[in-house]
């Protein structure tokens, strides 16, 4: 178990998630590692080869368990996509480029706070600008445990319905 505010263990544990994910759907997917992953691990994560743009990878492995009681997103299908990852595509994209965001989306049939969720194994995808449209402040979640975080930590994500976003594979578990 990562220590939830320990940065550079989820960074590295995001690496090796990458590596998989190719290794996993690349060819299926036309995916492969940004060759500029071997000089920074904060560049973004892939390339799709066969439409020519970068892709950054979200792998979501927990369940959003109180979105529907706080932004009214069914648990099943809601993810997040942190602000300061909003801020550095924007910075990324304006020269006009565009970017893949995939979500592989796992977990297992779960119930916590007296809900329950079934069990997910899909991956997503959606053009940064498309996103960029759906990222509403009414659906900002502030982390408060990150309020006064000095590691580099995103302190807020906006809470998204993954049904809104292009279904790439699914029902992925063996």
Known sequence: MIDLQDKQSWCDHGR????LFVEQFGKKLSLEINKAKTDSVYV?????????????LKTQNTPFFLAGKKYNIDPQ???????????????????????YIYFWVKWKKQERFNVKVLGIDAIF??????LLEMLNDDKLHEYKQRKNDTRGNAKSSYVIDIRNLELVLNNLAS
């Open 16 to 19: 090796k998630l990458e590596d």
């Open 77 to 99: 299908f809601a993810v997040v996509f942190n602000k300061k990852d909003k801020i550095n595509y924007i910075e990324k994209t304006l020269d006009g480029s565009e970017i």
């Open 125 to 130: 995808r959606v053009k940064f600008s498309t």
């Open 44 to 56: 973004i994560d892939m390339y799709n080869t066969q439409e020519g743009l970068l892709s950054d």
